[in-house]
């Protein structure tokens, strides 16, 4: 693997022993796409944190980046949670390893399980909120001119999207969530199921209210 640098668009990798353990396990197990995406939901998180004038903890901001896609990997997915939730599980027991607090646990957690529910993160603590920035940015290229021109291309030159992330993150998501698709009710992963899979059936919160036991 090329060493990338420790410095990418003004934005320092953490490197301390916890962050290192991290990069590796998310390098071992990820897939390439979802590795360098990964780095990328980092650098533009805090970007973004230096941008908004945010005071954040990198370390914290990139353990939830590495692990929020964790749960698409069959050896981090259970059977009935959302993968999003997998993914902060697998943080949370990773970081049960080092000295860190039950609150920082657990915003980390929220990082990740939150990351694809639109209209909350931003309104919570720095951690959550820059996880989701970052997710945003990478994939469906919110606030992308926010970001310079000089800092897209950095990024994107130590961490490459390559010709075909769009389809190759679709795809990852899909391959997450055709087994379970009961996991995608109320999340975005919904409209990835329902453009990929020919055999799933959306759920619909009208017809599940209107079609309840209750008499009224």
Request: proline share 4%; net charge negative; hydrophobic share 35%.
């Amino acid at each position: 693997m090329t060493e990338t640098p420790s410095t990418i668009a003004g934005i320092r990798v953490p490197d301390s022993t916890m962050a290192k353990a991290a990069t590796e396990l998310v390098r071992d197990t990820e897939t390439d796409l979802l590795y360098h995406h990964s780095r990328r939901v980092f650098l533009f998180g805090a970007l973004t944190g230096d941008r908004k004038k945010l005071r954040y903890d990198p370390e914290l901001l990139y353990i939830g980046a590495m692990f929020h896609d964790m749960g698409l990997i069959d050896s981090y997915a259970s059977e009935t949670e959302r993968f999003e939730v997998d993914g902060a599980n697998a943080a949370r027991d990773f970081l049960k390893s080092y000295d860190v607090s039950e609150r920082d646990v657990d915003d980390v957690w929220d990082s990740i399980a939150l990351h694809t529910t639109p209209g909350i993160p931003q309104h919570k603590r720095p951690t959550v909120a820059l996880v989701t920035a970052g997710v945003e940015m990478d994939v469906l290229g919110i606030a992308y001119d926010d970001f310079t021109k000089d800092q897209r291309e950095e990024v994107c030159k130590c961490h490459p999207r390559g010709l075909k992330f769009k389809h190759g993150i679709l795809s990852a998501f899909c391959y997450g969530t055709i087994k379970k698709p009961e996991t995608t009710m109320g999340n975005v992963k919904a409209d990835v199921l329902e453009k990929m899979d020919p055999t799933y059936q959306r759920w619909n919160f009208v017809d599940t209210i209107l079609n309840s036991k209750w008499e009224s």
